[in-house]
């Protein structure tokens, strides 16, 4: 009964947008090329509010949440402990379904924007991030490691949550624009680019984009080679060192 | 000047890295030694993940090794019979050493072991070093002549069974402890990127009784074949050898090791073996601070095939 509700409520809020506001969105750049000297590189996502014949006009302003993910990787976090006198890493959790990269922006404070089932629905804000812990079923999931991870992440440039980081263009309120930066270090593959309308707390309409991260020059060679081409790479690795040595032999050869 | 590495996946400046190779090389042309046992370290220590110091350590000692070996083959100081026994045997410990390595990787336990081992290892081999030259250096200011070693002499090793003959080296001696030496330091190679010379060549004279004369260049040898298959290993199993990184290393250790030879010529052989153990001492005191040192971040991130992220 509940879960009918809830799917009832769902498809209410899911149809619902479809008969008076659309989101139209476009970004900067639809491919970002790592090479040797990036170091790092900014994409802006523009978005149009439009309002057909059929929208009413609503008590409260738009809201909007810009929400990029990088693709899902299985992480394991560990924790050191002491052991006698010395620091172990003893107890680890394992998320499966991490985003490997996680930007979120919006107009407003997220809790001023939507209600927690509706952040919890799409996955806003850190706390939502569904991270899908492995082993669940031992039932004693340590609420340290996520905010440890989500900590990490952050430190490392790669999880970013900035509320008032999409701004109204112009008087009519329903031009919109957000930048997200890519770092140097996050991981290549296919990023999605979600944008999220609400108003007074209610969801009004959804629109994505995908973006495509990819490395490119010698160093892309390079990694390739060294997972595709494994024996060659190490081969080549060796080679190049005996040279290496048989050169520096011949060049600094005393007698 | 920044340079990306495609294989720690960071951005390193290229002189510091080329001047720790340089500085290793000119430490281990100094030392007479392979210098891996600093050079991981080294890396480790300036945040480059411990999978891939190890690892590419591995190539990089390939090519300090490679010149010296070649220049005591010409000069005909390899025993070639003891030295395929060693590298056939340091193959078998290699291969070891890497599956205890990624075994360890993926539990998360490599750098605890990583750090306990060099420890273990300085810390008794920097002792011995240290007690043993400081002797030396004493005996030498009251004038007393170095104890001398009688030709022949035989210890427990030469009651072994299963005795070979090593014409080159005037020995015979059992296959056991040549076969356990060399998957001894095969294993340790892979395990923590150490070429193993500053084990092998002591246990060579003191435990074999093998002659001087063909000591180093025997090592040598066992050095770089087992260095190189820990290579090959490292890339096809966990692909952590970084060529970029590797190759820094490389050109940075040759030409150290050339300024290192020079200078070491001028200075008595005691005071400098007693420096080489002040240097291992310290490096293991480094890594023991680091064990027991309760860490800033108690927390880390990894893959779960044990890639650092």
């Not at chain 1, 590189?41 to 009413?56: C, L, P, S």
């Not at chain 1, 309308?197 to 160093?219: C, D, H, P």
């Not at chain 2, 890295?17 to 030392?31: D, E």
Request: glycine content about 10%; some cysteine; proline content about 5%.
């Amino acid at each position: 009964m509940r879960r009918l509700g809830a799917t009832l409520v769902a498809l209410a809020l899911l149809t619902a947008p479809a008969a008076a506001e659309r989101l139209t969105i476009a970004l900067s750049t639809m491919d970002i090329r790592i090479d040797s000297d990036f170091t790092g590189d900014a994409i802006t996502v523009f978005g149009v509010i439009e309002r057909d014949a059929a929208a009413v006009s609503r008590a409260a302003p738009y809201d909007v949440a810009v929400l990029v993910r990088g693709p899902v990787e299985s992480v394991v976090a560990r924790r050191k402990e002491p052991l006698l006198f010395l620091w172990v890493n003893r107890s680890s959790e394992t998320f499966t379904a991490a985003p490997s990269y996680y930007a979120l922006s919006s107009t407003r404070p997220l809790d001023e924007i939507a209600t927690p089932q509706l952040l919890r629905r799409f996955g806003l804000g850190f706390r939502n991030i569904p991270l899908q812990v492995a082993e669940a079923a031992e039932a004693r999931t340590d609420p340290e490691f996520r905010d440890a991870f989500i900590r990490l992440r952050k430190e490392a440039g790669l999880y970013s949550e900035f509320a008032g980081g999409v701004d109204f263009i112009g008087s009519s309120e329903l031009v919109f624009l957000t930048a997200a930066w890519i770092p140097s270090n996050a991981p290549d593959g296919r990023y999605t680019v979600e944008v999220f309308l609400f108003s007074g707390s209610a969801f009004l309409a959804r629109e994505e984009a995908t973006l495509n991260v990819t490395k490119v020059g010698f160093e892309q060679f390079m990694y390739e080679a060294s997972h595709n081409q494994a024996l060659f790479y190490g081969l080549a690795c060796v080679l190049l060192a005996l040279f290496t040595g048989w050169l520096a032999g011949v060049i600094f050869r005393r007698d | 000047m920044l340079i990306y590495l495609p294989i720690a996946e960071l951005s390193v400046n290229m002189f510091i890295i080329f001047g720790m190779g340089g500085a290793v090389g000119f430490l281990s042309g100094l030392f007479g030694v392979g210098g891996g046992f600093l050079l991981t370290p080294l890396l480790i220590f300036s945040g480059i993940p411990p999978v891939v110091s190890v690892a590419t350590v591995a190539s990089q000692i390939v090519a300090s090794s490679a010149s010296a070996a070649l220049s005591y083959w010409r000069r005909r100081m390899v025993d070639l019979k003891l030295a395929t026994v060693l590298m056939l045997a340091g193959m078998v410990g290699t291969l070891l050493g890497v599956l205890v390595f990624n075994g360890l990787r993926s539990l998360g336990q490599l750098d605890l072991i990583i750090g306990i081992s060099y420890v273990t290892f300085l810390g008794t081999i920097g002792g011995l070093m240290l007690t043993e030259s400081v002797r030396a250096i004493v005996n030498a200011r009251r004038g007393r002549p170095a104890p001398l070693r009688k030709p022949g002499q035989h210890n427990w090793v030469h009651g072994l069974p299963l005795k070979m003959r090593f014409k080159r080296s005037k020995l015979y001696v059992s296959a056991i402890p040549v076969v356990a030496l060399g998957v001894g330091i095969g294993f340790l190679g892979a395990l923590l990127g150490i070429g193993g010379g500053f084990i092998l060549v002591p246990a060579l004279i003191y435990l074999l009784r093998v002659p001087t004369n063909v000591v180093v260049g025997t090592s040598l040898v066992q050095i770089v074949a087992t260095m190189s298959v820990a290579t090959i290993l490292h890339a096809v199993t966990n692909f952590s050898v970084d060529i970029v990184l590797a190759i820094i290393l490389m050109v940075g250790g040759v030409i150290g090791a050339q300024f290192g030879a020079r200078v070491g010529q001028n200075i008595r052989g005691d005071q400098l073996r007693a420096l080489l153990a002040i240097l291992v001492l310290a490096v293991a005191a480094r890594f023991f601070f680091g064990l027991v040192t309760p860490p800033d971040e108690p927390f880390s991130l990894t893959t779960l095939s044990g890639s650092p992220l």
